[in-house]
């Protein structure tokens, strides 16, 4: 639509006021036709207002209502255009060419923390891990959970279903094993079933190899001919980590940080969970609808640059802005989940799960623009 009326002259102008009356004016001003209620909305003396009245102090409450039911409105709308142009804040997502390493992740296999359990290496899943994790190859690296408390004890305790990064060893690649976490395995001369156990090796004194527990309720083991060195233990990796690349709906979000969902402190764009010492950003990118005080620039600068833009209140002095700024240094998380429009199919589109940020830079204040390492 021209922004200056001198570009509209005679039946031109006409036609467009006659337009706008009845598309969307007139979608406001009358009711559902399925419907026996009045309408919110009417035009009085050419002017579009509330047609109810509002407890004094709700005006605010519900201007926020009314722009979420526009943003919505013009999403489903924008959903039913199969052709039509975007507007100029719409930035193109940038495709998910970051290239990730998928392992081998077996739901079944449990790695005894306690005694020899038996475990199935079927069900294969594979599961992808952020670079902090190192170089991996999903022919020697798999993922498998943990059972039982021996290894809940030390410096790096282990405990009951956790996720265990392991590195399958062979003849070539077994290196020195003394003084590290290994998986062993051997086979249930009742059963068939492989077994497996997690300890760590020591060498006594007359050379014998013995499997020790980090949790001293549990007795030193001696190494025997049937036990088989399977893998050495590389990492106990964040459930939250396991999430990457995949795709979550918002009131799924939470419970991903052990918290429940609440429309009241989900449905915006930036949560903080003071208690865990995380902030989460639930971003969309294709802004359309939004009042222009609340389109924020977020968009990929490359696949692993993230530019984010803070609530407008954000300053880099105030509380929140430090911590965006010293997240590291105070020890806070920040988790990054992104989708590109609002909508996908007619619903509520998910966000996928980006990882960890680390902040780089910043510009601005009231709001703040930050870029982001991915």
């Known amino acids: 639509m021209p922004d200056d009326k001198q570009q509209l002259s005679g039946g031109r102008a006409a036609e467009w006021m006659n337009y706008w009356q009845k598309n969307p004016i007139d979608?406001?001003?009358?009711?559902?036709?399925?419907?026996?209620?009045?309408?919110?909305?009417?035009?009085?003396?050419?002017?579009?207002?509330?047609?109810?009245?509002l407890p004094q102090g709700s005006g605010a409450t519900a201007e926020a209502m009314i722009q979420e039911l526009v943003d919505y409105r013009l999403a489903t709308y924008e959903f039913r255009q199969s052709t039509g142009l975007a507007a100029s804040n719409v930035i193109p997502f940038v495709p998910k060419a970051k290239p990730i390493v998928e392992l081998p992740y077996f739901p079944n296999l449990k790695i005894a923390?306690?005694?020899?359990?038996?475990?199935?290496?079927?069900?294969?899943e594979h599961r992808s891990l952020p670079a902090e994790y190192?170089?991996?190859?999903?022919?020697?690296?798999?993922?498998?959970?943990?059972?039982?408390?021996?290894?809940?004890?030390?410096?790096?305790?282990?405990?009951?279903?956790?996720?265990?990064?392991?590195?399958?060893l062979s003849p070539s690649k077994a290196g020195s094993t003394t003084g590290t976490v290994m998986a062993?395995?051997?086979?249930?001369?009742?059963?068939?079933?492989?077994?497996?156990?997690?300890?760590?090796?020591?060498?006594?004194?007359?050379g014998r190899y013995i499997l020790r527990a980090n949790n001293p309720d549990y007795a030193d083991l001696p190494a025997e001919d049937d036990m088989r060195t399977l893998a050495r233990l590389r990492n106990v990796i964040a459930p939250i980590d396991l999430a990457v690349g995949q795709s979550f709906a918002r009131e799924d979000i939470p419970a991903l940080f052990d918290e429940s969902f609440n429309p009241g402190s989900w449905n915006v764009g930036h949560v903080v969970l003071n208690d865990k010492k995380v902030h989460i950003l639930l971003v969309t990118l294709n802004k359309q609808g939004k009042a222009a005080e609340h389109r924020y620039l977020d968009r990929w600068i490359d696949e692993s640059t993230f530019?984010?833009?803070?609530?407008?209140?954000?300053?880099?002095?105030?509380?929140?802005?430090?911590?965006?700024?010293?997240?590291?240094a105070l020890g806070i998380e920040i988790h990054l989940f992104v989708r590109d429009t609002k909508l996908e199919r007619g619903k509520a589109a998910p966000f996928e799960y980006r990882g960890k940020a680390r902040y780089q830079s910043h510009t601005g204040s009231n709001p703040m623009s930050v870029r982001f390492s991915v």
Request: hydrophobic residues 30%; neutral net charge.
């Open 27 to 53: 979608a406001w001003i009358r009711a559902a036709r399925t419907d026996t209620s009045e309408a919110h909305f009417r035009i009085d003396n050419d002017r579009f207002q509330f047609a109810k009245s």
């Open 113 to 124: 923390c306690g005694h020899f359990r038996a475990g199935r290496a079927d069900a294969e």
């Open 134 to 168: 190192g170089q991996l190859d999903p022919t020697r690296h798999f993922i498998a959970r943990a059972s039982g408390n021996s290894m809940n004890g030390g410096k790096n305790p282990i405990v009951d279903g956790d996720y265990l990064l392991l590195e399958m």
């Open 184 to 206: 062993f395995e051997r086979q249930d001369e009742v059963g068939g079933d492989n077994q497996y156990l997690l300890r760590v090796v020591t060498k006594a004194k007359d």
């Open 307 to 328: 530019h984010w833009q803070s609530q407008n209140a954000t300053t880099p002095q105030s509380k929140r802005g430090q911590e965006i700024i010293r997240h590291e």
